[in-house]
């Protein structure tokens, strides 16, 4: 394993030091780490608070700004972060019109965050969750009871980040949340696997003509292993599976902010049809040229086209990664004005800018 780390123990906290060296926006809090605007607490605005295992850069961290995220809570890799980790970050964010968590479908992060949201709660901070689960290839994995959160994840803080910014309150925030999550698709795959530097190899081995079909962004299995046809044939195979698996309902818990406790709903997603705009996401898993990025981006424009679905938004490149993972993921996300005026709204952050 070749790496440009000094020590597989302290990578973290180096890693951390040079983005907010490099970002005079961000702040680096220790002793419990987490990243926050350098301008945090925004008066008058609710905060926005993420977070999960490092190894997925620019996510999250990387999306605290302007627009988008108050405050990103870096686990050590793949690992979630710690519920102090998260009490204090809202702490700091908070401006007294509450916090919202933004929180990936992963076991380790749904029962961190659910700590924390209790945390702050008693110590009188407003607060309502949102849980991202737009994985369409399996119902339950290595890492999860449910589908998996993955890219959609940063579409829901750029969109979220934007109605905060004018204004809308935490319950319209958590609303939103919800209607985005069910609005949005994710299908991955993996070519190479991706190489966890304590572990030193790859996680797992892929024949030359194989690739694993639905694979998670800690490189846990897909749907299966299938044959490896060139890059037509695959992109062909996800935009097949994330429009024939997009229908589907399940229960996911959240904060009710009025009852000031858990209350578990049912959640419906429904599949994209003909007719409907959406946001293209093409994601680079870590280790995929930029070059290969957009080849994938021109089939998806033919597969869209083909179904009558048409994409009013793209965006190619590297959201939500797995460390140096030959692969790629795609995210279709279901588009209205109020949603396209969102994305649309200013963004300053180190991953991501525009209109600002």
């Known amino acids: 394993m070749k790496k440009l780390i000094n020590d597989v123990d302290n990578m973290l906290a180096g890693q951390l030091a040079g983005l907010t060296a490099a970002h005079p926006s961000l702040v680096l809090h220790r002793d419990p780490v987490f990243v926050t605007r350098a ?10 608070l993420s977070g ?7 996510m999250h961290a990387g999306f605290v700004g302007q627009g988008m995220l108050d405050g990103a809570c870096p686990g050590e890799i793949f690992t979630s972060p710690t519920p102090d980790q998260m009490f204090e970050c809202g702490m700091s964010i908070d401006s007294g019109e509450g916090v919202l968590l933004l929180i990936k479908n992963y076991t380790g992060d749904i029962l961190n965050f659910e700590t924390a949201t209790e945390l702050l709660h008693d110590a009188g901070v407003k607060v309502a969750t949102v849980i991202v689960d737009d994985d369409v290839a399996v119902k339950d994995s290595l890492y999860t009871t449910g589908r998996r959160g993955v890219a959609n994840t940063v579409v829901l803080e750029k969109l979220l980040g934007a109605a905060a910014a ?6 319209k925030l958590q609303e939103l949340g919800h209607l985005f999550n069910n609005n949005g698709f994710s299908l991955g795959v993996a070519l190479v ?25 800690h490189g846990e299995p897909g749907i299966e292993r299938r044959p490896f046809n060139g890059l037509d044939d695959t992109v062909d195979q996800m935009f097949t599976t994330l429009i024939e698996h997009g229908n589907y309902q399940r229960p996911l818990r959240s904060w009710d902010i009025e009852r000031s406790d858990w209350r578990e709903e049912t959640q419906y997603k429904q599949a994209l049809r003909r007719g409907e705009k959406v946001i293209a996401v093409v994601n680079n898993l870590g280790g995929t040229p930029l070059s290969e990025l957009y080849g994938v981006y021109l089939r998806l424009a033919h597969c869209c086209a083909g179904a009558g679905i048409e994409i009013v938004r793209n965006f190619v490149g590297s959201w939500c990664t797995s460390l140096d993972m030959y692969g790629v993921s795609i995210t279709l996300m279901r588009a209205d004005e109020e949603t396209l005026a969102l994305w649309d709204a200013p963004v300053n952050t180190p991953a991501l800018r525009w209109n600002c």
């Open 52 to 58: 999960g295992g490092s190894g997925h850069e620019p």
């Open 193 to 217: 696997a991706c190489t966890v530097p304590a572990a030193g190899k790859p996680s797992f081995t892929l024949a030359e003509n194989e690739m694993e079909f639905g694979v998670g962004i």
């Open 39 to 48: 301008d945090a607490p925004v008066a008058g605005k609710v905060a926005l």
């Open 166 to 171: 004018r204004g809308d309150s935490l319950a």
